[in-house]
Nanobody, 115 residues
Framework: QVQVVETGGDLVQPVGSLRLSCVASGDTVGIYAMGWYRQAPGKQRELVAGFSSYRSTNYGVFMKGRFTITRDTAKNTLYFQMDSVLPEDVAVYLC?????????WGQGTQVTVSS
């Protein structure tokens, strides 16, 4: 079993910055992929970005250079740097982790944009 915990969600002003973190713990030996999705109110879940050991990094179409995804493989941690945050970025940001058995999800972390 793998446990996934996201942190860093907060209230941020428009064009402000925020850094989200995702940490995987437990039986992490078999992890081969980690990534972020987001779900805005009333909308479908959409891909932010995903890393995998078996293919190139996959980015969601809205990334447009404002956001950066980095990972620390040794720490089983994924970071999501959000810059120039806009009202349309309001969502719950969810981290996933894949191993050979399943995809594991965290509870999500809320990002709210308001002045």
């Amino acid at each position: 079993q793998v446990q996934v915990v996201e942190t860093g969600g907060d209230l941020v002003q428009p064009v402000g910055s925020l850094r989200l973190s995702c940490v995987a713990s437990g039986d992490t030996v078999g992890i081969y992929a980690m990534g972020w999705y987001r779900q805005a109110p009333g909308k479908q879940r959409e891909l932010v970005a995903g890393f995998s050991s078996y293919r190139s990094t996959n980015y969601g179409v809205f990334m447009k250079g404002r956001f950066t995804i980095t990972r620390d493989t040794a720490k089983n941690t994924l970071y999501f740097q959000m810059d120039s945050v806009l009202p349309e970025d309001v969502a719950v940001y969810l981290c996933y982790v894949d191993d050979n058995d399943a995809r594991y999800w965290g509870q999500g972390t809320q990002v709210t944009v308001s002045s």
